[in-house]
């Protein structure tokens, strides 16, 4: 069974960083690509951004407005996925949510660990 | 980016009535690059369709979906009381992946 388990969230100030964390299993790890997706509080979903498998050269993807300012990485060896955050701002206040890409279609999903970036 | 346009923003149905939803893109996304979603409340979405017509694994065959270029459509044969839920067209044609606002079935 394919499990996803995000964690790392909570409630920063503006300016302020936060690194998420996804445990994967079920899964050959190292083989998938995968995304992070956000959503808003009663808002519609947002890709965040992605990580290619390091066979398929582990290079990464950013939704413009984040480019500058998150950063994936992965670590094959622990079956993890990272979401570094910095310079939060209000507006990335979300649920974010650690994804596995299936030809970039996202067909399983973490149960979304909730991000607030509130003074 | 490719916006997509979803409509209508509200459908209003009867369980057993036929569900028709539409996805439109901003710009050519070609024939198979767009996905389907639902998502029931406090819950993580759900992969439907991919590849603009493939139903993910486990998805019943009530739901199917069609479409190319601008124009793609998901629709539920028989809408089950089960079926009443948010759902979101995504495409991964281009970079930003984009999804719609969604369409609420209810």
């Known amino acids: 069974e394919v499990r996803l388990v995000e964690s790392g969230g909570g409630l920063v100030k503006p300016g302020e960083s936060l690194r998420l964390s996804c445990a994967a299993s079920?899964?050959?790890?190292?083989?998938?690509?995968m995304s992070w997706v956000r959503q808003p509080p009663g808002k519609g979903l947002e890709w965040v951004g992605n990580?290619?498998?390091?066979?398929?050269?582990?290079?990464?993807d950013y939704l413009p407005p984040v480019k500058d300012r998150f950063t994936i990485s992965r670590d094959d060896s622990n079956n993890a996925v990272y979401l570094q955050m910095n310079s939060l701002k209000t507006e990335d206040t979300a649920v974010y949510y650690c994804?596995?890409?299936?030809?970039?279609?996202?067909?399983?999903w973490g149960q979304g660990a909730l991000v607030t970036v509130s003074s | 980016e490719v916006v997509l346009t979803q409509s209508p923003g509200t459908l209003s149905l009867s369980s057993g009535e036929r569900a028709t939803l539409s996805c439109r893109a901003s710009?050519?996304?070609?024939?198979?690059?767009l996905a389907w979603y639902q998502q029931k409340p406090g819950q993580a979405p759900r992969l439907l369709i991919y590849?603009?017509?493939s139903r993910a694994t486990g998805i019943p065959d009530r739901f199917s979906a069609s479409g190319s270029g601008t124009d793609f459509t998901l629709t539920i044969a028989r809408v089950e009381p089960e079926d009443f839920a948010l759902y979101y067209c995504?495409?991964?044609?281009?970079?930003?992946?984009?999804f719609g606002q969604g369409t609420n079935v209810e």
């Open positions: 994804v596995t890409e299936y030809w970039g279609s996202y067909n399983f």
């Open positions: 079920g899964f050959t790890f190292r083989d998938a690509w």
């Open positions: 990580i290619r498998s390091n066979r398929d050269g582990g290079t990464t």
């Open positions: 710009q050519n996304i070609g024939s198979s690059y």
């Open positions: 590849h603009t017509s």
């Open positions: 995504q495409q991964y044609s281009y970079s930003p992946r984009t």
